[in-house]
């Protein structure tokens, strides 16, 4: 893990030196490749390592975040992008200014964006790997097109049957996939039979929702500690096995959302 943070930090600070950002005058806070410790200490963003790299010229920082930001338009290379909002405050804020939503710039870049309406002139090509073992579902963002291709991760579902009912706990964390873990979104819900579903989030859509039924998440509640915790129904998919009445008809899938975004509204 600290020799992936070494080599990260250290393509960090490569592409930054292309876009024309002067290291010199940094030197102090660029740690060596050997020195784990101090590549987690700057890339932690501590206020005293790091504090000049928070007070670039906004001026100047802006103009290179956004030339970042227009040039690492996919991944992997988009993991730039993600790492210029993780240096400090100042940087994060830019960074979030400059980065617009998938509905309007039509790229996946931090985890709210699997959130948040898609383009509407392409689609987003994904697939999924299965796990029988684990029972877990990881998804990739398809990268390429050849059939090798090892994808984005995204996210992941994990099984977990009852008797009445079948809960598909969802992480963007593909190890701890846990309702306790800050990683937890939410969860889809079927039925016995498998052919109703409702989709859960895991913190409202808006402050104002009432809690649907109450929750002891300790990770969501560090991160959100203002927010009730709690299971937000946002969609219900009602899937239809025609082809048991007859064998030439297709299986019909109906979805309804509880609410929608205004900007997926939008003409």
């Known amino acids: ?91 994060r804020a830019i960074t979030k200014e400059i980065v617009k939503t998938p509905v309007v710039s039509g790229k996946l870049t931090f985890p709210i964006s699997l959130k948040q309406p898609g383009p509407r002139g392409f689609l987003f090509q994904c697939f999924i790997k299965r796990n029988r ?66 989709v859960y989030d895991g913190m409202p859509t808006h402050a104002e929702k009432t809690v649907a039924k109450s929750s002891t998440r300790l990770g969501i509640k560090q991160v959100y500690p203002r927010i009730p915790v709690g299971k937000y129904p946002v969609a219900h998919i009602a899937y239809e096995w025609r082809k048991l009445l007859c064998s030439s008809c297709p299986n019909r899938m109906q979805c309804i959302m509880d609410s929608i975004p205004a900007s997926a509204m939008e003409p």
Request: net charge positive.
């Open 133 to 198: 073992t684990t029972k877990t579902y990881h998804l990739y963002l398809n990268l390429t097109q050849a059939l090798n291709d090892t994808g984005k991760f995204l996210l992941v579902a994990r099984k977990c049957k009852h008797p009445t009912c079948t809960n598909y706990i969802i992480s963007l964390n593909a190890v701890d996939i846990s309702k306790g873990s800050s990683s937890y979104i939410g969860k889809l819900r079927s039925n016995v039979l498998g052919t109703k579903f409702t």
């Open 1 to 91: 893990m600290e020799g992936d943070a070494a080599s990260i930090w250290k393509g960090f600070l490569v592409k930054l030196g292309s876009y024309g950002l002067c290291l010199r005058s940094y030197r102090s806070v660029v740690p060596d490749e050997s020195d784990s410790a101090a590549v987690a200490d700057v890339v932690a963003a501590d206020p005293n390592k790091g504090r000049c790299w928070a007070n670039l010229p906004p001026e100047l920082l802006r103009s290179v975040l956004r030339r970042i930001e227009v040039s690492e338009s996919t991944w992997p290379s988009r993991k730039h992008v993600v790492a210029c909002a993780g240096v400090c405050r100042n940087w």
